[in-house]
């Protein structure tokens, strides 16, 4: 009989209901309102301070990255006259590929006349003293190429 009074007891023990304490429940809710309300602006700020941050380095890294390729640029730069100076380029073309000054039967001049190149040779030869008449004033300005001549051409 002793273990069934027990038993009984603890069946009554398990339908006890706590009643809610009202007032502990508001406080414990106004509580988490006043912290929600202290956290929330606090979060905000620490956020706003770590992209502050990341944002600075990538830019220190962008303005360093900047400087590199404007000294990249001036070391370019400078390698770029050397390699296209005339003389470099003149020695190369005579020891490297061996080529020479056109003699003067190789060479013909021409006129560039509204983006067309017309031979120079028949207009000096109607007017030996002095360059081609121009057709028109625009003429006057037009540019002389000089082309070496091509074996077969006429003359």
Known sequence: MKGRSTHQHV?????????????????LRRL???????????????????EFLGRSYELEALKKQKQELVEMNKQLTVERSFLVSPARVEKIARQKLGLREPSPQDVRRVLLIDGRVDEIGGAVAANPGGPPPPANRFLAAAALLVHPRVPGDRP
């Open 32 to 50: 988490l309102l006043y912290g929600a309300a202290l956290a929330v602006p606090l979060l905000l700020y620490v956020w706003q301070r770590v």
């Open 11 to 27: 069946r009554l023990n398990a339908r006890l209901v706590r009643e809610k304490d009202r007032a502990r429940a508001r406080d």
